[in-house]
Nanobody, 126 residues
Framework: QVQLVESGGGLVQAGGSLRLSCAASGRTFSRNPMAWFRQAPGKEREFVVAINWSSGSTHYADFVKGRFTISRENAKNTVYLQMNSLKPEDTAVYYC???????????????????WGQGTQVTVSS
């Protein structure tokens, strides 16, 4: 059974940093796309960034370019999201997701991802 567990969320002041982790278990993801999404209160879930586990290629949403960095540690089956220069509008529950398919794509639609974590809350105060 595949399980994704996020951690690292919390409360931070604007301009601060957090690093989120997403540890996958139950299966090794060697060539799958993996992504972070977020959902703020009253808003729809939105794509943040995707990484292909094998190639390391990435795709970022425009609103996080230059501030967020995704990385992976294959040996630990873990993906990280380093978030710098946080803004109050970054406040949301952050979810990691993995595409069950082996392919080099970097999908931005949540419908492409079969496995989801429970989410971790990020709150940025002004």
């Amino acid at each position: 059974q595949v399980q994704l567990v996020e951690s690292g969320g919390g409360l931070v002041q604007a301009g601060g940093s957090l690093r989120l982790s997403c540890a996958a278990s139950g299966r090794t993801f060697s060539r799958n796309p993996m992504a972070w999404f977020r959902q703020a209160p009253g808003k729809e879930r939105e794509f943040v960034v995707a990484i292909n586990w094998s190639s390391g290629s990435t795709h970022y949403a425009d609103f996080v370019k230059g501030r967020f960095t995704i990385s992976r540690e294959n040996a630990k089956n873990t993906v990280y999201l380093q978030m710098n220069s946080l803004k109050p509008e970054d406040t949301a529950v952050y979810y990691c997701a993995v595409d069950a398919a082996f392919w080099p794509g970097l999908p931005v639609s949540g419908r492409e991802y079969e496995y989801w974590g429970q989410g971790t809350q990020v709150t940025v105060s002004s």
